[in-house]
């Protein structure tokens, strides 16, 4: 007949080999990024992001990328994808907002 107490020590010895190892690949993970091998590169900037996302049908979808600042409009889509337009600026988008009439809250009045 088996000791109970000999299951009970397998179990615990299990169990803290398993913190131990989650514990070691914490701090290992927690020393990569510190001394900079986490994948951010610029100081911790990232450089690419997806603004915004416009799906026109089931197929095709319209998103508009951030690079360096820079926007680009790209047409993704299952005969594939295109580029709408590129070097999209901030300072285009505010001369295109200025452009635009807007009806102020006395006008809406009259």
Known sequence: MSDPFVEWDTYLRFVAA???????????SWLLRRSGWGGRTSG????????????????RRLVLVRRDGVEHL??????????????????????ALDATPETTSEEKKV
């Not at 911790?44 to 197929?59: C, F, N, Q, T, W």
């Open 44 to 59: 911790g900037r990232r450089r690419l992001a997806v603004v915004e996302m416009l799906s026109i049908d089931p197929r």
């Open 74 to 95: 790209l047409l993704l889509g299952a005969q594939g994808d295109r580029v709408i337009e590129r070097d999209i600026g901030a300072a285009s988008f505010r001369q």
């Open 18 to 28: 398993l913190v131990f190892v989650l514990a070691l690949m914490g701090v290992l």
